[in-house]
């Protein structure tokens, strides 16, 4: 099937949604032929999440029930029928027509065979066999998650009726015996499960992950680091990948690289101090420039733009590559402190990144590592970059950043590629917990005496983790009730815990009299 | 035993106790310093004071007159002479001092501010909020407080003071003394306390200055009595006894009007010894010692640390009712028994309650007295101890057995050794998994350790050289009754960890199950006979007939011991993990296990199907007929698994690293290849013609370079090895079916070492610019730097052999290193998510009520009875229920 599809903005498509159907005043001129009626809309340029019927407008109408696309003056005016949110279709699942490109033309026709119109409004991703399954499964009483119905539409439609049934009876009684007890100590058994193949990981700190060339903790101690959310990994760093139209060229890889890696008037140069003549001479060498894509005029700007370089003189030697700076005031102390400012002046990059090397990846797409991490500025500064698929390994950034939602997730990520490559199979679920647990506060919370074990409500349980007095005695101090609720403080008085069979009463109430 | 009803704390409460409060609770006022008199009889109003309770035997408490045992101890109180700081509280003495005004007492803030700091305290302290957040609440308004220099109240002006650590304080140069810093305590008003975040109620500020000190009973400080008739008391009554003789002394000599010198000189003494009595480590002040040099225990000391009486008493108790021994093998046991020694199984008991309907069989148990056999000389289990009704205990001895067995009625209890089928449970340290303590049934042998199945190694991951495990006999009905359902091994034997098995096949078991499957070999009846005879089956499978004889075939075998209607299919181990082309990949009918009705046809069994971790079997197995049917596998599969072995036979040893000479020839010249490539790489790198690797030093290039010869040429020695060892040599047949060791090592041995590392890098340390001082200096060869081209067979040269101890030591270091590190981070990690539970709506909660997961884990499925992670294996499940069809 045929489809007309062009960028708009969102504001456009809710707008539409509210007055359809309703004339569109478009600023280009609709392909005359083939006629398509069918127009799909990209707001972000990568995936299409709008479909419109249209048809074309003729005679006269009324000005006040016109949208504008935007302020330019219109070309064209069509009459949109209907608007309905679907299934978000990737740009690059469409085919296009030939030679034509959404980027260079406004406007092109593409293809793709149907087009899946579920509204996003409805169940995630379902189709229809799935929803069928999933209603089959509760005519016999049974509730199954959406992921489990997915993966059965695809493996059970076919079969025969009698077969069918017996599936969905056994799956059924399948999935509702594997759920969870009611008070089963998931806690104590996630924090078994990522300890015990504690013992089995490496120790050692450095491994060559993915790019040979850079190095990253892994193992045991990058676990310890996750737990502890560290404010700073010992090893930060990025994962960058450029936006879909610039990430084969690898001339963006190489622009982007040269504004990414943070480079110092050190890394390119040599400094010689005079004491005699009160000056420093800047020598730039000149394979270390080339390496770091560093010009001369470049030096230049950045030491004239530096603050530290303010006052001073900085003059450039004739026929020569040397730069000289003096000083504002001719003092031995001044002089000192110039040169110390002079080494880790910022000639261009992002604060924080070191090194940044790029690799080919499946499909000649052009990633880039860095060596340090800075989301932030990354993600404002540079246009090239595709800030849906960035990805950093420094925790407290992406919380800072892309909030606690986000963290959750990365912590989430991070340690299960941590066990993973350590070649531990450790479920899911646990690592869920541990994540959810540190960041339940909505801030981040680490496994430890300064986080979540800190801030427990019993004293006892406080005071037999770690610093045992001090919690006492604050105790003491401010009049803090233990309510015996958890598990530490109900073994130090000894009675039972309240998870599992001891969350349980059964009490026995004899024989009533009359069955005497 | 006491029945019924029990009382269950609530709640606890804790608050300062104030001078008054001390005098209350106190029974006697201790006044003189010493102990015992010459006679050994406790000094009236000394430390020892029989008010304070007893501890010897045949004294009575003086207070509640009980006897030791009875008596609670009881507690008493010393009056200073002179006030003291406690040294705990000094912070917050300090924060007082600050916030407060010197003349009037009240916090240094306006009304107004108070005002609008009180309603937030009031509920900080209310809500029992975070114990974080109200300490910030604090610190920022007592800061606020303390940073005025005049008194909103009554204008008075505030001079700063300063703590002088560890406990003086001093004013404008001058020092305040204690009593001074109490009258300023007092002065403070109770409506303010609240912003400090104390309740007058509880605690008033005052009272952090001591007046009086309490003086624990003697049960928390007993004399202990040497065999040579020598006392020797407690740290505590040491220190105790030190403050009670400063006090007098200094009382005395305030009384006689001595010079202001000698009573601060006095006072400060006082100081010290009370300090230390709290926390004899404070910083600043050098610990008290004994005579004999040894830092006294104080108060601080004996809570705090592993050693501590929380960690080591409170939250782990010594228990009795248990025994530890050597561990050892025996197959014969099923999966969920233990082998109990009989002496072990003499001496723990269990406890059973006479009633009208067991009075006989418990008189006949009785009778029998403590070391009962049966005729054909049998152990049979005794009882050691009868309990009366109050209580009393009389032990039974073989003497006695007979009276004793009339007297028992119902309400007593008699404790009866150790039978066959008792559930206990056995556990291995370190535990890191619920697995690590399992509930086993009770077998008793002869001999002295406790034996168990091999396949139940890995749950504890046990071994025999020495290991040593502990049993646990249950006391309570609930107890074994929470054992048999959800402790025991068979129960067990999925891990939560990752949903896969955990118990299962080891070593010659898969060795065993690969001889008896791969290739499907034939077997005459008698040694089939011979075999099934070691599993309890009745029957033997269709014979296959060659010339009037009867051949069994190893798959039909092993077909014995699976339930019946089994159903399974998956890849054997076989190939798994070989690089490039396998040479058993061709054959289909070795490599893919099909299991139809029970029936194995094609495959080999090996690593992938039995063996803990992967074993698909077992799992599927579990999932489909449940816990007893699987254990029952594992039992008759582990037994086969000796029949089989018994009956081929199977052995390993050095010459099954012999290769031809050729073989031999050429791996020597490949590793005299590789060290030409080195010196090659080297000759480029001192020419300075070695092209560096983006973002990497010419130095570091060329150990990369070195790094990836070597890897490469001993993986083509492991090729030329291997090509001449096939799988009818044992130790190939142990790394192919994954039984133990992998083809590396095979190649280590029969062909050659490699080179050796240390942090990832070649050995790189040791003398300056060499790594042992046979070579030159600044030598980065092959040989110099780690590559072993010898192989274990043939044996390491020296140099060889001592770099070789160098790449193993690391390995050492490194477990040494982690098991500490892991444990720290497992204890952690414990402790922050001990109180996690489900709740009945299948949400995840904290025992105080916040809401971790609306869902556990996003499905709410148990990764314990998941399939290996996932909720439901669909496609196991079609094929289970419908078959080919798919």
């Known amino acids: 099937m045929r489809y007309i599809i062009w960028k708009d903005l969102k504001k456009n498509m809710t707008q539409l949604k509210k007055r359809a159907p309703c004339p569109y005043a478009l600023d280009f001129s609709l392909p005359e032929s083939p006629r398509v009626t069918d127009v799909l809309i990209t707001t972000n340029g990568k995936e299409a999440a709008y479909h419109l019927k249209i048809e074309e407008i003729s005679g006269e109408i009324d000005e006040s029930t016109l ?155 990058r676990l310890i680091e996750i737990v502890d959310a560290r404010k700073i990994p010992s090893t930060p760093s990025m994962t960058i990948y450029l936006k879909k139209e610039y990430e084969k060229s690898s001339e963006a890889v190489e622009k982007v690289m040269r504004e990414l890696e943070n480079t110092t008037l050190i890394d390119v140069c040599d400094l010689e101090t005079s004491v005699a003549d009160l000056t420093i001479t800047i020598t730039p060498v000149e394979n270390r420039m080339k390496e770091r894509f560093v010009t001369r005029d470049e030096l230049i700007t950045a030491l004239r733009q530096s603050r530290q370089m303010k006052g001073t003189i900085i003059e450039s030697v004739e026929g020569s590559e040397k730069i000289i700076i003096r000083p504002q005031n001719e003092s031995f102390k001044d002089l000192y402190k110039l040169q110390e400012a002079l080494k880790v002046t910022t000639i261009k990059g992002v604060s924080g990144i070191k090194r940044a090397m790029a690799r080919k990846e499946s499909g000649d797409v052009w990633v880039i590592y860095t060596q340090g991490s800075n989301l932030k500025e990354v993600m404002d500064k540079i246009e090239e970059i595709d800030s849906s698929r960035i990805y950093t390994n420094d925790l407290n950034e992406i919380y800072n950043t892309l909030g606690i939602e986000a963290v959750r997730n990365a912590i989430l990520l991070e340690s299960k590629r941590t066990l993973e490559e350590q070649g531990l199979e450790v479920d899911l679920r646990h690592l869920m917990l541990v994540a959810d647990m540190m960041t339940q506060s909505g801030g981040v919370r680490a496994v430890g005496r300064q986080g979540i074990s800190g801030n427990k409500k019993s004293v006892l349980a406080r005071a037999a983790f770690e610093i045992t007095a001090k919690h006492l005695l604050n105790a003491g101090l401010t009049g803090e009730i233990d309510p015996l609720a958890g598990v530490a403080e109900n073994i130090i008085v000894g009675q039972p815990v309240t998870l599992g069979t001891g969350a349980v009463n059964l009490i026995y109430k004899g024989f009533t009299s009359d069955e005497e | 035993m006491t029945s019924g009803i029990s009382k269950k704390i609530k709640e606890i409460r804790f608050s300062l106790l104030s001078p008054e409060e001390i005098r209350r609770m106190s029974q006697v006022k201790i006044i003189t310093a010493d102990t015992y008199d010459d006679d050994g009889y406790p000094i009236e109003k000394g430390l020892m004071d029989l008010h304070l309770g007893v501890i010897e035997p045949g ?84 800061d606020e407080a303390a940073s005025r220099t005049i008194c909103p109240h009554c204008d008075a002006q505030q001079t700063k003071i300063i703590l002088d650590k560890p406990t003086t304080f001093r004013e404008e140069g001058i020092k305040v003394t204690p009593k001074e810093i109490r009258e300023r305590l007092e002065r403070i008003p109770d409506e303010d306390l609240l912003l400090f975040g104390m309740d007058e109620k509880v605690a008033r500020p005052e009272w952090m200055v001591l007046t009086v000190l309490p003086v624990p009973p003697i049960n928390v400080r007993p004399t202990i009595t040497l065999a040579t008739g020598e006392r020797s008391e407690d740290d505590l009554t040491h220190k105790l006894v030190d403050i009670i003789r400063i006090s007098q002394r200094l009382r005395e000599s305030r009384d006689n009007g001595s010079p202001q010198l000698i009573i601060e000189d006095l006072w400060d003494l006082l100081q010290f010894h009370v300090t230390t009595y709290y926390d004899n480590q404070t910083a600043g002040i050098p610990p008290a010692r004994h005579r004999s040099g040894r830092a006294l225990k104080t108060l601080v000391q004996r809570l705090k640390g592993k050693e501590g009486r929380f960690r080591s008493n409170l939250s782990g108790k010594r228990v009795n009712f248990s025994s530890r021994t050597v561990i050892s093998p025996e197959p014969f046991l099923s999966v969920n028994d233990v082998g109990v020694p009989e002496v072990v199984a003499r001496e723990l008991t269990v406890p059973v309650s006479v009633t009208s309907f067991n009075i006989d069989k418990v008189r006949e148990l009785v009778k029998r007295g403590p070391s009962p056999r049966d005729e054909s000389g049998r152990y ?50 370190p535990s890191l998994h619920r697995m690590s303590m399992m509930g086993h049934t009770v077998r008793i042998l002869s001999d002295r350790t406790f034996r168990f199945n091999l396949a139940v190694c890995t749950p504890y991951n046990a071994d025999f050289d020495g290991d040593e495990m502990n049993l646990h006999v249950l006391q309570n009905e609930e107890a074994r009754a929470e054992a048999r359902i959800i402790m025991k091994v068979e129960e067990q034997m999925l891990s939560p960890r990752f949903g896969g098995p955990i118990i299962g096949g080891i070593h010659d078991h898969i060795t065993a199950m690969f001889l008896l499957t791969h290739r499907n070999p034939r077997f005459t009846e008698e040694d089939t006979i011979n075999m099934i005879s070691y ?133 020597r010249s490949v590793s005299k290849e590789a060290v030409a490539k080195i010196n090659k790489l080297i000759e480029n790198y001192q020419a300075g013609l070695l092209e560096p690797l983006p973002g990497r ?8 370079e070195i790094l990836g010869v070597t890897g490469e040429v001993r993986d083509q020695s492991g090729k030329i090895a291997s090509a001449h060892l096939g799988l009818n040599n044992p130790s190939v047949i142990m790394a192919r079916s994954g039984a133990r060791a992998k083809m590396l090592n095979i190649s280590e041995v029969a062909g050659m070492v490699g080179q050796q590392s240390v942090r990832g890098g070649r050995i790189n340390r040791g003398y300056t610019g060499r790594t042992l001082s046979h070579f030159e200096k600044g030598d980065i060869g092959a040989e110099a730097r780690g590559f072993v081209q010898s192989s274990y067979k043939n044996g390491l040269n020296p140099l060889e052999y001592f770099l070789h101890s160098i790449g193993g030591r690391e390995g050492l270091v490194d477990t040494a290193v982690r098991t500490s590190r892991s444990g720290y981070m497992q204890r952690r990690l414990i402790n922050a998510f001990e109180n996690l539970k489900i709740d009945e709506k299948r949400r995840v909660v904290d025992t105080s009520g916040s809401i971790i997961q609306f869902s556990y884990g996003e499905d709410g499925i148990d990764p314990a009875k998941s399939d290996k992670g996932r909720a439901v294996d669909v496609d196991y499940t079609i094929f289970d229920e419908v078959g080919e069809s798919s």
């Not at chain 2, 289990?381 to 009868?386: A, L, R």
């Not at chain 2, 032990?395 to 050794?417: L, M, P, Y």
């Not at chain 2, 030093?697 to 990369?704: A, G, K, P, R, Y």
């Open chain 2, 59 to 142: 004294l009575r408490c003086a207070t509640c007159g009980g006897k030791v045992d009875e008596c609670p101890g009881h507690f008493g109180h010393i009056e200073l002479a002179m006030p003291v700081v406690h040294i705990e509280f000094i912070k917050e003495i300090k924060r007082f001092l600050d916030a407060t005004c010197k003349v009037c007492g009240r916090i240094k803030l306006t009304d107004e501010e108070i005002k609008a700091y009180k309603p937030r305290m009031y509920e900080l302290m209310h809500s029992k909020a975070d114990v974080e957040l109200l300490e910030i609440n604090i610190k920022k308004i007592t």
């Open chain 2, 535 to 667: 599993v309890d089956v009745d029957h033997l499978p269709d014979p296959e007939i060659i010339d009037g004889k009867k051949y069994y075939r190893g798959r039909d075998i092993f077909s014995l011991i699976l339930p019946e209607g089994f159903n399974a299919r998956f890849s054997s181990k076989l190939c798994a993990g070989s690089e490039g082309k396998c040479p058993y990949e061709d054959r289909v009918e070795d490599k893919e296990v099909y299991i139809r009705s029970g029936k194995l046809l094609t495959g080999t069994i090996d690593e992938a199907a039995i063996s803990p971790f992967s074993g698909v079997i077992i799992e599927k197995i579990f999932k489909k007929y449940g816990p007893s049917v699987a254990s029952t596998f594992v039992d008759r599969m582990t037994r086969l698994a000796i029949g089989v072995l018994n009956v081929i036979g199977f052995t390993t040893g050095i010459h099954d690293y012999d290769i031809p000479e050729d073989a031999v020839s050429s791996i």
């Open chain 2, 697 to 704: 030093s010419v130095d570091e290039t060329l150990e990369i």
């Open chain 2, 380 to 429: 049979i289990p005794g009882v050691n101890y009868i309990v009366r009704p109050d209580s009393r205990r009389i032990k039974i001895t073989d003497e006695n057995a007979e009276i004793n067995s009339e007297r028992i009625d119902v309400g007593w209890t008699i404790e009866r050794q150790l039978m066959e089928g008792d559930i206990v449970l056995f556990n291995r340290q």
């Open chain 1, 67 to 221: 949208v504008k696309k935007t302020s330019k003056k219109p070309k064209q005016i069509v009459m949109v029928r209907s608007v309905s949110d679907i299934m978000p279709v990737e740009l690059t699942k469409l085919k296009f027509k030939k030679g034509a490109s959404l980027s260079k033309d406004k406007v092109c026709i593409v293809e793709r065979e149907k087009l899946d119109s579920v509204s996003k409004a409805d169940l995630f991703v379902l189709d229809d066999r799935a929803k069928k399954i999933i209603a089959d499964f509760e005519k016999k009483g049974f509730t199954i998650p959406h992921s489990l119905a997915i993966e059965l539409s695809q493996k059970i439609g076919r079969f025969k009726k009698k077969d069918y049934e017996r599936l969905i009876e056994r799956i059924g009684t399948d999935f509702s015996r594997n759920e969870v007890d009611p008070h089963e100590a998931v806690g104590i058994i996630a924090a078994q499960s990522i300890g015990e193949p504690g013992t089995q990981m490496t120790m050692r700190t450095f491994h060559f992950a993915g790019v040979r060339e850079m190095n990253v903790t892994l193992g045991l101690p």
